[in-house]
């Protein structure tokens, strides 16, 4: 289908390694946020592209984590130096508009991330 | 700043038994409100919205959700639940600012027992 796709859906990796998580929007969306679901717990938010700029990171809990979006449609989340508490799954979502909070967003399936 | 309360952390019922699930918000400004879906090992789906309008809003799959802006609530309802709602429930607010980041509940773990 035409969904947000991201890969790898499972990611292992020992503590202090660097990982590269993607995320292929919907084709034509303009936002893409980035959230982050620790076990048995709600989403919440990393950051957010309008195109390729980078609008809003507040939600990165550290300078480790890198987010790109260069030609403004597939994203890269980075991780650096990995440790244990980043253990969790990464969900990317896209919507069609921007600057409205009322537009709804479609999520990809998320990358689970172990961190041993 | 905006957050968002689920009340119930699991909610066990029987198939064709009617069910709701509860959520809180708080809020300075006028939100939006979502309902979403999680089934294992996928993202979430979303059922319902609230933009405004009508405070009772139908989504897919039967359910549908009332916004009381006096008791700051969402709560989302179904009159009779089937064994493949067996899901995790998210509450969610758009977030303050013009980017529409969603602010999630703690999720609500919705139990089907045939």
């Known amino acids: 289908g035409a969904g947000v796709s991201q890969s790898p859906r499972y990611k292992v990796a020992k503590r202090g390694q660097d990982v590269a998580l993607r995320c292929d929007p919907i084709?034509?969306?303009?936002?893409l946020f980035w959230y982050q679901q620790a076990l048995g717990q709600g989403p919440e938010f990393l950051t957010y592209?309008?195109?390729?700029?980078?609008?809003?990171k507040s939600g990165l809990p550290s300078d480790r984590f890198f987010a790109e979006r260069p030609e403004g449609s597939v994203s890269t989340l980075k991780i650096q130096r990995t440790q244990q508490e980043d253990s969790a799954v990464y969900l990317c979502?896209?919507?069609?508009?921007?600057?409205?909070?009322?537009?709804?967003?479609?999520f990809g399936d998320g990358t689970r991330l172990s961190i041993l | 700043a905006q957050s968002v309360t689920q009340l119930d952390s699991q909610v066990p019922v029987f198939e064709e038994a009617p069910v709701e699930l509860r959520c809180n918000y708080s809020?300075?400004?006028?939100?939006?409100l979502f309902w979403y879906v999680q089934y294992p090992n996928q993202g979430l789906q979303l059922l319902l919205k609230?933009?405004?309008?009508?405070?009772l809003v139908k989504g897919i799959n039967g359910f549908e959700a009332e916004f009381n802006k006096s008791q700051t609530s969402f709560h989302l309802r179904k009159p009779s639940v089937h064994i493949s709602d067996t899901a995790e429930y998210f509450c969610a607010v758009s977030g303050s600012g013009n980017t529409g980041k969603l602010i999630f509940g703690q999720g609500t773990t919705l139990q089907v027992k045939p």
């Open positions: 609230y933009l405004s309008g009508s405070t």
């Open positions: 809020s300075s400004v006028s939100v939006y």
């Open positions: 979502a896209s919507s069609q508009e921007t600057g409205l909070n009322n537009q709804p967003q479609h």
């Open positions: 084709s034509g969306h303009v936002s």
């Open positions: 592209f309008q195109n390729e700029a980078q609008l809003d």
